[in-house]
């Protein structure tokens, strides 16, 4: 089987967003001869609770940790949201929609998700936010609203929150080396820099391809 990867994320995973470099130098070092398969693994979806202060004290935590291992940018603004609902349904089903509509997109569409939503303090919970990402990304706005609003697209996006349940991702990023009929090792289960992560990568690459 050719060798390929399968990374397990989410839009609004603050730990994802200090990944995104590390999934770039993977892309630079291999290009298409290294797939990445995204599956968006399900944070919060569903999620109709406004946002406690204890709440944001625990994720203006976690930034700060983020900020620290990967020098990703933040836009602490965020914080002064009142009332806000952390529901990671609506940007997981919009990376979902634009895959629909051009299959080599997903990775683009989960790092512009996450730098609208970090760095630039966008809701990206917002059907019409989301869709301003995705004429960012070269797709018609009306196009991409009808894919979005798809039952198809709600069920492919219910479909990857419980294949990560099913084989026990519950944390992200996620970053397995694999397929479903060889098995699967994971590269990473956690944030790692690519420094870190290249030497199990290059192990990985090094072993031959199994026939089938």
């Not at 509509?101 to 809701?123: C, I, M, Q, T």
Request: hydrophobic residues 40%; charged residues 25%; aromatic residues 10%.
């Amino acid at each position: 089987m050719p060798k390929q990867l399968i990374y397990f994320a989410d839009p609004m995973c603050s730990w994802c967003w200090g990944f995104s470099p590390v999934i770039d130098s993977i892309q630079d070092a291999h290009g298409d001869d290294l797939p990445v398969l995204l599956v968006l693994g399900g944070l919060q979806p569903g999620n109709t609770k406004p946002l406690t202060e204890k709440a944001r004290d625990s994720i203006k935590e976690h930034w700060g940790h983020v900020f620290e291992r990967s020098a990703q940018p933040f836009d602490h603004a965020f914080f002064e949201r009142d009332g806000f609902i952390y529901d990671t349904e609506p940007p997981s089903r919009a990376i979902v929609a634009l895959h629909s509509l051009a299959k080599d997109v997903s990775l683009a569409a989960l790092k512009a998700v996450h730098r609208a939503f970090y760095a630039e303090n966008r809701d990206v919970t917002d059907r019409e936010v989301l869709a301003d990402i995705a004429e960012e990304l070269g797709q018609d706005r009306d196009a991409f609203l009808t894919a979005f609003d798809l039952d198809d697209n709600r069920t492919a996006t219910q479909r990857g929150f419980d294949f990560s349940r099913s084989i026990n991702v519950t944390g992200f990023p996620t970053l397995l080396a694999g397929d479903n009929d060889n098995g699967y090792r994971a590269l990473t289960q956690g944030y790692q820099s690519w420094e870190d992560i290249q030497p199990a990568l290059d192990a990985y690459l090094a072993e031959p391809e199994i026939q089938v």
